[in-house]
């Protein structure tokens, strides 16, 4: 899980920017989700 974890934390700001684009009128909204995830799947691992 630890291996998940870093290539997660390593592709993170490509896929925040890569989600914005797809939805350009709710940046922040896009941003909270991926933080959300991404420390939940923190907690998990």
Known sequence: S???G???AS???AIVVY???LV???VGMIAGVFF???FGFG???
Do not use: R, T
């Open 19 to 21: 989600a914005q684009e």
């Open 36 to 38: 959300g995830l991404m």
């Open 6 to 8: 870093f290539i997660l």
């Open 43 to 45: 907690g998990i691992g």
């Open 24 to 26: 350009p009128g709710n």
């Open 11 to 13: 592709a993170f700001s």
């Open 2 to 4: 630890v291996v998940i």
